[in-house]
Every structure is written in structure tokens, then in C-alpha cells.
């Protein structure tokens, strides 16, 4: 919200006072950047559909099966005329130095809390208010979850402008923060879009990726991206993938660490996101003990929850295997014996990049009793690189 705004003259029961009280309201829940902008086709529809038959998607079937819906909200709330959209800083804290038999979780997902869980309850408070403001109103929230381009919404309600990196950037408190909409039927008084794109000639996060996922300008090819290597593709990683994860156990900050944008630091925090920067170090061989009510009781309120066991132990038995040191062995060892396949399949090949005498018996004990047919030929490969096998 603008500082002395007209707003403030506005009149009760009108769009100007509605906003103005959903703009306050919504500071007081932790939201520190707020805007409205009117329900409509987003130019990005068209990019999306270019973007998702260029393959850039990868599996993420969701956005593939749903893409109708994002031709306008109304797919989301029937009769929608208006977006209140949300920013929520979740911290700036330093990049978190690693030791080894460590990994690295993005600072989005660090703390105690799933972002969807703190910011619904929000978001209900918000439409309640809007409610009681105007009665007939229907309104509806929505996290990251919805057919909705939240980063362009985002952008014409003036929140900040679509970077190099593909990341809504506020020029005040850079893009540490989570998108959130409220739709609603009603009339709000719009926000001003931001039009400015503030990046300049600057390519610090294209020249920066690890794997040169920023095929251009704003453009990411999704299946080079670690975020989505490491959270979204469910299934075993080509090898080539797998020693270009490095140390990200959860994700990726990269193309937003060498944001100028983000020095300041990353705007006003709210206090269920505090930065907590030892928690994003994370101790993997300890993953391999966890049973799965163990894990569901230590991640199950957490961002981490959305790759379950398996996917976090993949990517763990992947990063031990990448760091190379023999300490991994006993947590790789019990790997090899994990109930799920793709557990086993990942620490085999974390295995076969450490050298220590117990593995190539352990292996081959593992081949004799392996039914699973990709572990078999990970197993296969593992035990004599000259085969073809993986
Ligand atoms: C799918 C998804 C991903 C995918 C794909 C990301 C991507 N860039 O598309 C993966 C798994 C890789 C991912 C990763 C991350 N994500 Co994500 N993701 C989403 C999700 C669910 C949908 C995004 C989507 O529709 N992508 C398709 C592309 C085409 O659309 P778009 O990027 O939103 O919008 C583009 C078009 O509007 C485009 N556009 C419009 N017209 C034109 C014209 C031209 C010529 C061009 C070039 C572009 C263009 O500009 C936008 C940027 O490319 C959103 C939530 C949501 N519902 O929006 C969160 C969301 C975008 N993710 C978010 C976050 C935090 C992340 C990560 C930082 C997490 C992490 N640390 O690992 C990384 C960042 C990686 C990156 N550089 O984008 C936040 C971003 C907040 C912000 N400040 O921008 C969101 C909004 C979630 C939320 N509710 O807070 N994510
Ligand atoms: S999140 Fe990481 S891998 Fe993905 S585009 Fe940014 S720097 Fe590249
Ligand atoms: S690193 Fe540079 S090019 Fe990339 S988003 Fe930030 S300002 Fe834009």
C-alpha cells in the first residue's frame, strides 16, 4: 500500500475502504507487501502453454492437466472480479556454510511449519473480514496450490516485476517471500502493476545456476531445475543429474543468493518464518534410521513432507555418495536395505562412489537377494561400471 494514499479518504462500504481494510488487516497478519489488481485473462497464458509444449514442465501433470483453468480465476471462484495478492517474507539470513554429511534445504522450507499451513488460517481471517464487509461476498484463498499465475497477479497488483530469474522481486525487500491470493466477486481499487523491469543488464542468476536451467531471460527449463529435481520428480535420477544436485538435500536458493536485490536481506519477517539458518544444514545419515512413522512424526507440519521418506533418503543417499566420504558407508549400508526400491537404488550408487572394503561384498550379497529389476541393474552397474546398465 501507498503512503498517503487516497484510500484513506474513502467511504464506507465502497472498493476504496473494502481494500483499505483488507490491506491492513492483512499487514497485521504478517503479510508485508499487499496490492489488488482486477480479475482477468493473464498475458502469461499464452507463455504458459508455450512454455509447457516446449517440455520445460517435465512431469508436473498438474499444471498439463489443468491448463484451461488458468485462462482466467474465474476456473477458481465462479463470477471473480478481484485479486487481493500477498507477499509473506520468509527470511534472508546468509547462506548456511555445510560440513560434510550434510545437506542443504532452500530457506523457503527451513523452520517448523508448511508455508500452506500458516498462511490458510490467514488467508481464512482475510475473507472472513471480507465477509463482514460486504456479506454477499464470495471469496476464496489460495497458496501456490490453484491454476493461478501468482507470480504475474502478483505483478499487476504491484507487488514487484518478474526477474531474469523467473521470481517476483520487490525493489524494497527483494523475493524471500511466499505469493498468496485472495479472489473475491467484489469491486476492490486497484493497485498500480509494476511495469518497470529493474534487472537491467544484470545475469547474475543465469550465469550462476548450477545447471543452466535459465535456458534465456525469465525462461526455466523446469527439468534442469534443482528445486524440481530434488522435490517435484518423483522416481530414480539419471546418474549425469545426480552429481549436479551437489549439496542440495531440499531445492534451491542459488539464482536468488546472487540476486542484488536480495542484499538488503529480505524485508520484514513474520514471525513463523524467521530465517533459521542451522536448521537448513541438514544431518543426512540420521535420515536412514527413520522408520516411516518416524519421519511422518518429525516432517509431516513441514515443507519437507512433500517429497515423503523416499524422495528425502534419494536425495540424501545421492549427496553421500556426491561428498565421498567413507563416514557415509554404515548410513548407506542400511540404505541398501531400506523397504523402498528407490532408496535402495540411489544408495547403491552413493556406494559405488565411496572406497571402503565392506561395499563390493555388501553389494553383491544385496544382488543375490535383490527382486527389484532397478536395483538389479543398479546393482549390476555398481559392481562393474563397463556394463551399460543404468
Ligand atoms: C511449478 C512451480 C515451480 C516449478 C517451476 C518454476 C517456474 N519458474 O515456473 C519449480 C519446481 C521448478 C519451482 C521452483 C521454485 N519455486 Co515454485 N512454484 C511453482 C508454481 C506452483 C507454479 C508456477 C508456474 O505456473 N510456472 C509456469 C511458469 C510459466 O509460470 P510463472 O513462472 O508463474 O509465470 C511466468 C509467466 O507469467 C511469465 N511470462 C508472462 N508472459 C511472458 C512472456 C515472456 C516472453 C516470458 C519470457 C515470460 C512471460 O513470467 C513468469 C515467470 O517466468 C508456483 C505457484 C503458483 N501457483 O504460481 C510456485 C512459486 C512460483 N514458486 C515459488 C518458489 C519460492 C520457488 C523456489 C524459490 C523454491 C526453492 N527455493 O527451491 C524455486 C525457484 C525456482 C525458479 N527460479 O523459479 C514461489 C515464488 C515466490 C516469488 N517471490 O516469486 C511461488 C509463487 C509459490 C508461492 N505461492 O509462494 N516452482
Ligand atoms: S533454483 Fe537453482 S537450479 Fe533452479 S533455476 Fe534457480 S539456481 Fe537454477
Ligand atoms: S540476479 Fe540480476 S538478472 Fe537475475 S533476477 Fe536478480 S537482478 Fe535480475
Known amino acids: 500500500m501507498r503512503k498517503g494514499s487516497k484510500l484513506k479518504e474513502s467511504v464506507p462500504g465502497t472498493p476504496a475502504e473494502i481494500t483499505l481494510r483488507l490491506k491492513e488487516r492483512a499487514h497485521q497478519l504478517g503479510f508485508g507487501l499487499v496490492g489488488s489488481c482486477p480479475a482477468r485473462t493473464p498475458a502469461g497464458f499464452e507463455y504458459l502453454k508455450q512454455w509447457i509444449a516446449s517440455g520445460y514442465s517435465g512431469q508436473m501433470r498438474y499444471l498439463q492437466t489443468r491448463l484451461d483453468a488458468y485462462a482466467h480465476p474465474r476456473s477458481i471462484l465462479p463470477g471473480a472480479r478481484s485479486l487481493l495478492m500477498l507477499g509473506c517474507h520468509y527470511g534472508g539470513a546468509g547462506p548456511t556454510s555445510l560440513g560434510v ?3 542443504r534445504i532452500a530457506r523457503y522450507a527451513a523452520g517448523a511449519a508448511d508455508y500452506h499451513d500458516v498462511l490458510h488460517p490467514r488467508l481464512r481471517q482475510l475473507g472472513d473480514l471480507l465477509k463482514q464487509l460486504a456479506p454477499a461476498a464470495k471469496v476464496r484463498g489460495v ?7 501468482e507470480r504475474e497477479f502478483g505483478q499487476q497488483a504491484g507487488l514487484g516485476w518478474i526477474g531474469k530469474n523467473t521470481m517476483l522481486i520487490n525493489r524494497h525487500s527483494g523475493s524471500w517471500f511466499f505469493l498468496a491470493a485472495l479472489i473475491t466477486d467484489q ?3 486497484y493497485d498500480v502493476p509494476e511495469t518497470a523491469n529493474r534487472c537491467g543488464t544484470c545475469r547474475a542468476c543465469l550465469d550462476a545456476c548450477p545447471t543452466r536451467a535459465l535456458v534465456a531471460p525469465g525462461v526455466l527449463d523446469a527439468r534442469r531445475c534443482l528445486s524440481y529435481r530434488t522435490i517435484e520428480l518423483r522416481g530414480s535420477l539419471p546418474p549425469a543429474w545426480r552429481r549436479e544436485m551437489r549439496d542440495w538435500l531440499f531445492g534451491c536458493d ?3 543468493e546472487v540476486c542484488p536485490w536480495n542484499r538488503r536481506g529480505g524485508g520484514v519477517e513474520a514471525t ?7 536448521s537448513r544444514a541438514v544431518e543426512l545419515a540420521p535420515l536412514f534410521s527413520l522408520t516411516d ?6 516432517f509431516r507440519r513441514t515443507a519437507l513432507w512433500r517429497t515423503k521418506r523416499r524422495g528425502l533418503l534419494r536425495n540424501a543417499a545421492l549427496l553421500l555418495g556426491n561428498q565421498g566420504s567413507s563416514e557415509a558407508v554404515e ?3 542400511q540404505g541398501l536395505r531400506d523397504p523402498e526400491p528407490l532408496v535402495r537404488a540411489a544408495s547403491v550408487w552413493g556406494l559405488g562412489r565411496l572406497g571402503d572394503p565392506r561395499i563390493r561384498p555388501a553389494l553383491r550379497a544385496r544382488l543375490a537377494l535383490e527382486d527389484d529389476p532397478e536395483v538389479r541393474l543398479e546393482l549390476r552397474y555398481a559392481l562393474d561400471p563397463a556394463t551399460d546398465a543404468v
Open 101 to 103: 554429511g550434510q545437506g
Open 143 to 149: 497458496v501456490d496450490t490453484a491454476p493461478l499465475l
Open 187 to 189: 469491486w476492490l481499487a
Open 254 to 256: 542459488v539464482c536468488q
Open 272 to 278: 513463523d518464518f524467521q530465517g533459521m539458518p542451522e
Open 293 to 298: 512413522e518416524a519421519f511422518r512424526r518429525s
Open 331 to 333: 548410513a548407506l549400508l
